[in-house]
């Protein structure tokens, strides 16, 4: 079955203490990205992979890594979590020029 | 950059009805353009997509129209069920070269009322 897989799916830390969200997609996709999802605030792309070992800033970067050493795994680094990062997160994968699949999401609370 | 705007951001409709959701964007170069619904809770799902070279696309109660020269395109379901309640959002997307880079609008939620 095509998917797209995150881990954890609802992870609560503190501030400060480095932590990272894993993404994985079996479709063989050379796009990936990370996306957080805010009330009111729509779908912000974080950063994206065009394949491996190329990434990307996308709108929101500040306070995240990313690393693309393998074509199925995209993991979302942040190296020192604040209240402010507190949201859910989507990780997605796409070949050009069609469909995006979303990972199931990941619900972030920074306390 | 790229830019895309969506509106209504809420639209509240009676059973039956129809409901159309409105999008533009600021790429001509555009030429890829998906609309996704997040039910609560849930990951966004592709329900119908539109290239550049069609001018409309119909699956069922959900179409979606094209107009390349005004830079808009649009979603429309009728006969709506409490079911098509959600958030929508629409996307734009240029193919060409490598960057794959999908555009999303702010999102509409959609309210249908029983």
């Known amino acids: 079955e095509a998917q797209v897989t995150q881990n954890p799916r609802y992870l609560i830390t503190v501030t400060g203490k480095k932590l990272t969200v894993t993404c994985s997609q079996n479709m063989n996709h050379e796009y990936m990205s990370w996306y957080r999802q805010d009330p009111g605030l729509g779908l912000r792309q974080i950063y994206y992979?065009?394949?491996?070992?190329?990434?990307d800033k996308g709108d929101v970067p500040e306070g995240y890594k990313v690393s693309r050493k393998e074509k199925r795994n995209f993991p979302l680094i942040l190296e020192s979590p604040s209240p402010n990062q507190t949201s859910l997160y989507f990780c997605?994968?796409?070949?050009?020029?069609?469909?995006?699949?979303f990972g199931p999401g990941t619900r972030l609370t920074v306390t | 950059g790229e830019n895309v705007e969506q509106h209504p951001s809420t639209l509240s409709v009676q059973e039956g009805d129809s409901a159309v959701i409105k999008c533009t964007y600021s790429?001509?170069?555009?030429?890829?353009f998906p609309w996704y619904k997040q039910e609560l809770g849930k990951r966004p799902q592709l329900i119908i997509d539109?290239?550049?070279?069609?001018g409309e696309k119909k699956d069922q109660r959900i179409a979606v129209t094209l107009n390349k020269t005004a830079k808009h395109f649009s979603l429309h379901i009728t006969e709506t069920q409490p079911e098509d309640s959600a958030v929508y959002f629409c996307?734009?997307?240029?193919?060409?070269?490598?960057?794959?880079?999908?555009?999303f609008g702010q999102g509409t939620t959609l309210q249908v009322k029983p």
């Open positions: 539109i290239r550049s070279n069609v």
């Open positions: 997605a994968s796409r070949t050009y020029g069609y469909e995006q699949y």
């Open positions: 992979s065009m394949n491996v070992e190329v990434t």
């Open positions: 996307a734009a997307s240029i193919t060409r070269g490598n960057t794959g880079k999908l555009i």
């Open positions: 790429d001509s170069a555009s030429n890829y």
